[in-house]
Each structure stands twice: as structure tokens, then as C-alpha cells.
């Protein structure tokens, strides 16, 4: 099959290179030539485990090219796949369809032969009418099928995902077989491999994608909350989670209390969801509510910080460790540490950072944080170390190091990834999520 790529980001880039390995001619095409202009040289302009191997070997294979000439691209694809950010709309929280609708309209002019236009960018139901709508309109003799193809890879772990799906959803509307032809064709050797096929229809399959995300943050809001209870009650939250996650119809995954989830897709899906229901006026209160209580819980998590250290931080140094919103990626939308540190510095403290990967997106994201080069430079001088995002290599510390750097022997663990004991046995006093002091 003959490929295009349309928007080469965590979502574009690992699919297309993903499609190009199953032996597929891909060609990714992005409008920002600074991204394209590095991928041709070779530079991958995102931190994900084994990208760069996969690109490289592809590149040299000759079934991966980079491009911003998306018409001569387009005008030689069977399949044309959209997949550019669909970011929350400023003042309201609707999904921002701006770059989708253009993306629809540039594909529209150069289509040539029959052709599978797909979104795969996570977009509201209806959104596919729309981009139909728009080929239709821009181009009234294409032959094209428009189909939804949302996508579930998760940042850090994106390439083991997309070849491993639990499933592919993929929605097409109408009784012309030759979409769902073409759909089975591209994902064949993951079929081969036994990943489900779910046929829907467009507007099912664009639901999906929501109703899947918004029940994870779902998921995880929940044990915060059960969290909170538990630091009230003396309970154990992690034992909680154990004890209800062996449950086979609730299952352990995304039961880990934390600082509340952030990234670039829960925040603004479960807000996108939200408004699409109000609009329909049928409200998702659960949702509703799970996107107010982690809100509130980023900010919460800061308090948290100020109450550990005595309540008083004015003038206090603060190392954070960890600030993109999960590990193994350099990603910082809607990272949990952006309100996180604000809440420090608007509480007087200077806070200084660390993340292996995250750096470079934190500085533009936090004004006026500190940067340091590893753990213990953050924690030099320090009053409390806060473990904000779950790194590997936070989960060694050398404590003793860290002691006789710091002011203040304080570690707050907001991912539980040590025990109090550990801890205590080299001087420090110790603060984690939902579990008794
Ligand atoms: P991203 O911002 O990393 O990448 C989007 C890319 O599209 C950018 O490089 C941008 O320059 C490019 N672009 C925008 N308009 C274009 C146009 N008209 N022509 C060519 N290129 C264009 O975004 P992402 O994280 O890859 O997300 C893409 C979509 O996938 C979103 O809808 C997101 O919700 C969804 N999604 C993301 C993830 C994830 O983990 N990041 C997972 C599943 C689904």
C-alpha cells in the first residue's frame, strides 16, 4: 500500500514508520519544515524509546521518505491518514479542528484515483461527516472514502503499542466494500498476529476513542480520591489497589495514585468529551466531574509539598525531580509538575528541576525554573525533593548523597516509588500518596 502521512508528531511519526516496517511505502509529510529538514537528516525531533533505530532502518530501506510536498505525496496514496494535534480550543474546551479541517482541504485537491482518506487524529463525533463534507466540496469528482482510525499508542511505549494494539478500532460508513478492503490491507500483518479488527461505523468508532480515554482518567481519578480517604483513614492505597485490582472486572492497570494525570491527550479529550455532551444535551456527569477533581488535584499536590515542609516555604529551595508527565518521554503538555511547581513558586520557594528527557519543553513551559543537570545538583542546598514523575533512574537514589547535599533531609514521593522504611533509615522524613505515615 501506498501511504501518506499527514503530520509527523508522537502520533504521525511512530504510525508511519510503524506502517512502513510492516512493508508498506510510507511518505510523512508535516508543514513545519524544521521538523521535516531533521528527519531527512536523520535527527528524530522527539524522545521515544526506539524511534530513531526503526526510522533509520526504514529510511534505508527505501519505504520511508519525508516530505513537505503533501499534493505530489497525496496524488500517488491509496490510503491518506490524518493525524495533526487536535489541541483543546482556547476559552471554550472543544476540540480545536482547525489543522484537521485544513489538513482535509489541502488532501481534497490532490487526490487522485480512489483513496482512503483516515482520521486518526482523536476527534469529536461528527468530525468525519465534516472532513467528508469539505472533500466533497473542495473536490466533487474525488473518489474517496472517508474512514475513522483513532489511535491508542501511549507515549514512551508508542512502537511496542501500535504493533501490539489490544485492538484497531476502525469505523466506515456506507455498503462500498473497497474501504474496509484497504483498511484490512494496511493493518494485515497485525491481523496476522491476532490483534482484533473492530468494525464500526464512523461516528462509533470516533466515540470510542473518547469513551476509552475518558473512562481510564476515570480510572486513575478514582484511586486518587480513594487515596486522599486513605491518608484520612490510615489506610494503605497501593494495598487497596492490589486488593481491587485482582478483581478480574475491575483488573490492576491505571489503579497507581499519583499527582492526577496529565499529557497531551486525557486533560483535553475528557474536556472535549464533556462539551460534546453537553451540546447534545446529554451531560457525562462522571466525566465532568473527573476532569474538576483533577483540576484540583495538581495544585493539591503542591500544598501537599508546602504542608511536608512545615507549612512555610518563603524563600525555601525546592528540587523537583521529573517534569514531563510520565516517564520515557520528553512530552510536558498538561504535565501535572507545570501547576505543581507554580503552586511552589507562588508560595515563595525557588524550585529547581531535573528530567532526563523533559529539559529542553520544561524551560519553555515553567517560568522561571531552575534547571539542573541531574538529581543531585537539583538537590543541593534543597529543603524538600519532590519525585513528581516516576523516571527509572529516580528509583535508586543514592540517599546518603542526597543527605549531605540537601538543608533538609524531605523526600515527597508523589509516585510511591520508595517506602517510608528505606527512606528513614538514611535520616530523611518521608511523604508519599494514600499510605500511612
Ligand atoms: P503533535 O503535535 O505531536 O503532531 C502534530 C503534527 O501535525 C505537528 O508536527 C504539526 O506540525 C503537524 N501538522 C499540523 N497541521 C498540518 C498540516 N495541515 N499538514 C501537515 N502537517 C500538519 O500531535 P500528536 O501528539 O502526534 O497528536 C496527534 C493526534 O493524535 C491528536 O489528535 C492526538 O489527540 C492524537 N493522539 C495522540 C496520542 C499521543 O500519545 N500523543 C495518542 C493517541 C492519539
Not at 506502517?19 to 525531533?45: R, Y
Not at 499508542?153 to 456506507?174: C, N, Q, S, T, W
Request: charge should be negative.
Amino acid at each position: 500500500m501506498k501511504i501518506t502521512m499527514i503530520g509527523a508528531g508522537y502520533v504521525g511519526l511512530v504510525s508511519g514508520v510503524c506502517f512502513a516496517d510492516f512493508g508498506h511505502d510510507v511518505v510523512c509529510v508535516d508543514k513545519d519544515e524544521g521538523k521535516i529538514s531533521a528527519l531527512k537528516k536523520g535527527q528524530i525531533p522527539i524522545f521515544e524509546p526506539g524511534l530513531d533505530h526503526l526510522v533509520a532502518s526504514n529510511v534505508a530501506s527505501g519505504r520511508l521518505n519525508f516530505t513537505d510536498d503533501l499534493k505530489t505525496a497525496v496524488a500517488a496514496s491509496d490510503v491518506v491518514f490524518i493525524a495533526v494535534g487536535t489541541p483543546s480550543r482556547r476559552g471554550d474546551g472543544h476540540a480545536d479542528l482547525s489543522y484537521v479541517y485544513a489538513a482535509a482541504r489541502e488532501i481534497a485537491s490532490n487526490l487522485q484515483g480512489f483513496t482512503v482518506v483516515v482520521t486518526k487524529s482523536t476527534v469529536p463525533v461528527g468530525t468525519g461527516d465534516e472532513v467528508e463534507r469539505i472533500i466533497r466540496e473542495t473536490n466533487p469528482a474525488a473518489d474517496v472514502t472517508v474512514v475513522s482510525n483513532p489511535e491508542f499508542l501511549r507515549e514512551g511505549a508508542a512502537i511496542e503499542d501500535f504493533k501490539r494494539p489490544d485492538r484497531i478500532v476502525i469505523g466506515v460508513d456506507g455498503s462500498d466494500g473497497r474501504a474496509r478492503e484497504v483498511m484490512t490491507e494496511v493493518y494485515r500483518p497485525l491481523y496476522l498476529n491476532q490483534s482484533p479488527l473492530v468494525f464500526t461505523t464512523r461516528r462509533t468508532s470516533e466515540l470510542i476513542k473518547y469513551a476509552g480515554n475518558a473512562f481510564l482518567a476515570m480510572k486513575i481519578t478514582f484511586i486518587n480520591e480513594i487515596a486522599d480517604l486513605c491518608e484520612k483513614v490510615g489506610a494503605n492505597v497501593q494495598d487497596v489497589a492490589r486488593g481491587i485490582g485482582l478483581d478480574g472486572r475491575i483488573g490492576s492497570k491505571f489503579l497507581h495514585a499519583g499527582p492526577g494525570y496529565g499529557g497531551s491527550c486525557f486533560p483535553k479529550d475528557t474536556l472535549a468529551l464533556v462539551k460534546t455532551a453537553q451540546d447534545h444535551d446529554t451531560p457525562v456527569r462522571l466525566v465532568e466531574t473527573t476532569v474538576a477533581v483533577n483540576d484540583n488535584r495538581k495544585r493539591a499536590m503542591g500544598r501537599k509539598v508546602i504542608a511536608a515542609a512545615g507549612g512555610d516555604i518563603r524563600g525555601s529551595k525546592i528540587a523537583v525531580l521529573g517534569l514531563t508527565f510520565k516517564p520515557n518521554t520528553d512530552d510536558m503538555r498538561d504535565s501535572p509538575a507545570i501547576a505543581v511547581v507554580q503552586a511552589l513558586q507562588d508560595a515563595g520557594a525557588r524550585v529547581t528541576g531535573y528530567d532526563p528527557e523533559g529539559m529542553e519543553n520544561a524551560r519553555k513551559l515553567i517560568e522561571g525554573l531552575d534547571c539542573a543537570r541531574d538529581p543531585y545538583e537539583a538537590a543541593a542546598e534543597a529543603d524538600a525533593l519532590v519525585i513528581i514523575t516516576e523516571w527509572n533512574e529516580f528509583r535508586a537514589l543514592d540517599f546518603d548523597r542526597l543527605k549531605s547535599t540537601m538543608k533538609t533531609p524531605l523526600l515527597v514521593d508523589l509516585r510511591n516509588i520508595y517506602r517510608k522504611d528505606e527512606v528513614a533509615k538514611h535520616g530523611f522524613r518521608y511523604a508519599s500518596i494514600g499510605r500511612p505515615d
